[in-house]
């Protein structure tokens, strides 16, 4: 079973050394992306580019602080940062779209990292859209979504594209993502406080196996693989709220089948409108 995996993946971690917020940004990691749950967020544009001001950095330092241990991965991915800075600085309004595929031994899923920068204002919307499948189901996907990449045949060529867009219709995203999205139940009552007590734990020196077998009784840990610390998607996946998403089972106002995490937004065929919790 994968949570056997999953379960040995954390066992594996080193949490030595890391601090109680950035533990819990890995933990939360391992809690959305064995769940597929979509993960939302907020940067601030400075003087250098895109700035977290929950850790207080920019962005491309933070990732320097966590490299990812594949040298060709790290090496793409500072250039990718790069080019969202640019763009963070630029004059142009509208979306950035980064896909980056299924990589072995990395990114067990792939990931629709999208930005969205607002009119006359000086911060990021971001979201992040996790699905499963091979890579011949990505590189569809990708085509499906952007006529841009048609001509893209190299599934790393894609990994190392970026594209701008004025307007995103991500409504239609996910329902093209919807069914290799595989999102599960969450079986924790209060995944965020779990996540925080365990990180606790962690700090205070209780062994990764343990702290393994805690997530996975407490039941924040999924089936579906996730990928290990380290990163550039690993930093922009460590940041909202694990809560801004709720398993809903019915449509509150039509009563139809949905099954599935939504945001606050979220709009049923009805009209019916999800306003959070």
Same mark, same amino acid.
């Given at each position: ?13 080193? #949490? %030595?050394?890391?601090?109680?917020? %950035? ?11 064995? &769940? +597929?749950?979509? $993960?939302? !967020? @907020?940067?601030?544009?400075? $003087?250098?580019?895109? #700035?977290?001001?929950? +850790?207080?950095?920019?962005? &491309?330092? =933070?990732?320097?602080? #966590? ?6 991965? +790290? ?11 640019? !763009? ?9 779209? !980064? ?9 067990? /899923? &792939? ?17 992040? =859209?996790? #699905? ?5 189901? /990505?590189?569809?996907?990708? +085509? ?12 790393? $060529? ?6 701008? @867009? ?15 999205? &595989? %999102? ?9 406080? $779990?996540?925080?007590? =365990? ?46 998403? @709720? ?5 509150? @106002? ?8 939504? /945001? ?5 065929? /009805? ?7």
């Amino acid at each position: 079973m994968s949570i056997d995996r999953n379960v040995q993946t954390v066992s594996n971690y080193n #949490f %030595t050394g890391l601090s109680e917020a %950035t533990i819990v940004g890995n933990l939360t990691t391992v809690f959305k992306e064995s &769940h +597929r749950i979509p $993960d939302e !967020w @907020k940067f601030s544009i400075r $003087d250098q580019g895109l #700035f977290d001001i929950e +850790r207080d950095g920019y962005v &491309h330092d =933070i990732v320097k602080e #966590f490299p990812h241990p594949n040298l060709y991965l +790290r090496d793409l991915e500072d250039g990718i940062i790069e080019a969202m800075d640019v !763009w963070a600085l630029s004059d142009q309004e509208g979306y950035l779209i !980064w896909i980056s595929p299924s990589f072995a031994g990395h990114y067990p /899923c &792939h990931k629709i990292e999208i930005i969205y920068k607002e009119p006359n204002l000086r911060e990021t919307s971001n979201i992040v =859209i996790l #699905f499963d499948g091979n890579q011949d189901i /990505c590189m569809n996907i990708a +085509r499906k979504i952007f006529s841009d990449l048609a001509e893209v045949n190299n599934i790393e $060529d894609l990994r190392n594209s970026i594209i701008i @867009k004025p307007d995103l219709d991500i409504d239609r995203i996910i329902e093209i993502v919807g069914p290799y999205t &595989h %999102t599960e139940q969450v079986k924790s009552d209060n995944p965020e406080e $779990d996540i925080k007590r =365990i990180a606790k734990l962690a700090k205070g020196g209780m062994s990764q196996t343990l702290i393994a077998y805690e997530m996975d009784r407490v039941g924040i840990m999924g089936s579906r693989l996730f990928s290990c610390p380290g990163g550039l998607l690993n930093v922009l996946s460590q940041k909202s709220n694990v809560l801004e998403a @709720k398993y809903v089972k019915n449509c509150g @106002k039509c009563g139809k089948v949905i099954e599935k995490y939504i /945001c606050k937004g979220y709009q049923c065929e /009805c009209g019916g409108v999800y306003e959070g919790c």
